[in-house]
Structures are given as structure tokens and as C-alpha cells.
């Protein structure tokens, strides 16, 4: 039965919980859920190899080995653009709790060219089969034509991304 189990969250896409938690002309609150089958090390590790995991089409170069994410302390979520020498922060590492806790800060996609700021709160737990892995993203701040119309993008973006972590590390050998 344990194995009949296992097998099928291997195999049944499981959706990401999303959540508009509020949202106002000033600012919002996403959150973001998604059952891992990896116990939580593995999945901050893997956390870390974004490249390998994020959509390209949520990058500004088009390619998704193009960004990096140093999980220390002042570390970046980073893009490259090869062609031009330039780059993007997409997001500053603040805090660092291997295994358990990131803190990104920063203003995500359109937010990046508007007077808001973000944070960014991933925690890793551990759970039966493996762990979970909640991402709460909070901005606030000044957006064209208010952050509230921004919310529910954010939302979609973070829930599609938690949908190919979850691929990748399910894919990942056992060890």
C-alpha cells in the first residue's frame, strides 16, 4: 500500500496550493504551496540549481541557464544576457537557513521597474513522504495602475514555477 502511495504522487502532477492572501492599490501577499517527495536538504539543494528548473519563459533572455542563485547571504537570483554583457537581479539572498529558510528580497517581473520593493519567504518543512515547500511573496510600494491588478499574475507565475520544481526533484535519482 506504501508503495501504491509513493508511486502515485510520483506519477499525479500535484497542484501547487495558491493563494492571494490580499491584496491592495499599494501592495499584495502571494503564498504558494507544493508537496515535495525529496526530504527538505534535497530540496534546498535543488532549490539552489534554478536553471534547471524554471520556465525560460519567465526570463527576460529567454533562457532559463541564464540565471543562477547563490543561497549565502547577500547572494543574487541573477540572469545573464550573454549577447550584451548585461544582466538582471532578480532577487538579493538576506537570510539563510540550509535545509529550512530562504529570505529573497526584491521587486519580481513588472514590479522591477516601479517603485516597489518585495520579500520573498520560502520555507521548507519537513512531511509524511517528503516536504513542503511554501513560498510567501509580499510587495508593496508604488505600481502603475495599482499592485492589486499585479496579485493575481504573481500568484500564477509563482504556482507554475512550484509545479516544475516539483517535476524536477521527483525526477531527481534516490539516493
Known amino acids: 500500500m506504501r508503495a501504491l502511495i509513493l508511486l502515485l504522487l510520483l506519477v499525479l502532477p500535484a497542484p501547487a496550493a495558491a493563494e492571494v492572501v490580499s491584496a491592495s492599490a499599494n501592495g499584495f501577499e502571494v503564498r504558494d504551496s507544493v508537496p515535495l517527495v525529496v526530504v527538505p536538504d534535497t ?57 529550512k529558510h530562504i529570505v529573497l528580497t526584491g521587486a519580481l517581473g513588472p514590479l522591477l521597474s516601479q517603485a516597489a520593493v518585495g520579500v520573498m519567504d520560502i520555507e521548507i518543512a519537513k512531511s509524511a513522504g517528503g516536504s513542503l515547500l511554501t513560498i510567501d511573496y509580499k510587495a508593496a510600494g508604488f505600481a502603475s495602475g495599482g499592485a492589486d491588478k499585479l496579485a493575481g499574475a504573481v500568484d500564477q507565475v509563482i504556482a507554475s514555477q512550484l509545479k516544475r520544481f516539483r517535476a524536477y526533484v521527483t525526477a531527481l535519482p534516490r539516493t
Open 43 to 99: 530540496a534546498f539543494r535543488a532549490f539552489a540549481k534554478v536553471a534547471d528548473w524554471w520556465d525560460p519563459q519567465h526570463t527576460y533572455s529567454g533562457d532559463s541557464a541564464n540565471l543562477s542563485l547563490s543561497l549565502v547571504p547577500g547572494g543574487c537570483f541573477c540572469e545573464r544576457f550573454p549577447k550584451t554583457g548585461g544582466g538582471i537581479e532578480h532577487l538579493r539572498v538576506t537570510a539563510v537557513e540550509p535545509g
